[in-house]
């Protein structure tokens, strides 16, 4: 299921959908990927969205609910806007990742 009318307090429906096998759908690696691509620290990117570190890690590690809010600064700030949007579009994350590690010399 696609939410398209999600209010910047909503979670972003599309992260709650569970694949056939009941998998969660991850969204944390991105995340971190589109971080280090950019050499920030969990710490600089946290100051910059007014959240703890923790907060950003937690988020990393999908161990908390993304808003659509963090989710549009996250990509503005990291500048990543094409990642999220085509992760948001269905293209499965490793599909992603794998198109960012040559980015960030891994």
């Known amino acids: 299921m696609v939410c398209l009318y999600c209010t910047p307090q909503q979670v972003i429906c599309l992260f709650d959908y569970r694949t056939e096998g009941g998998l969660r759908l991850k969204y944390g690696a991105i995340l971190r990927a589109c971080r280090d691509r950019i050499g920030m620290s969990q710490e600089q990117l946290a100051e910059r969205l ?57």
């Open 50 to 106: 007014h959240r703890s570190r923790s907060a950003i890690s937690k988020l990393e590690n999908d161990q908390q609910e993304l808003d659509v809010r963090t989710l549009t600064q996250w990509a503005e700030i990291t500048g990543a806007r094409e990642v999220v949007v085509a992760f948001i579009c269905g293209i499965d994350g490793l599909s992603i990742l794998q198109s960012l590690i040559p980015m960030i010399g891994g």
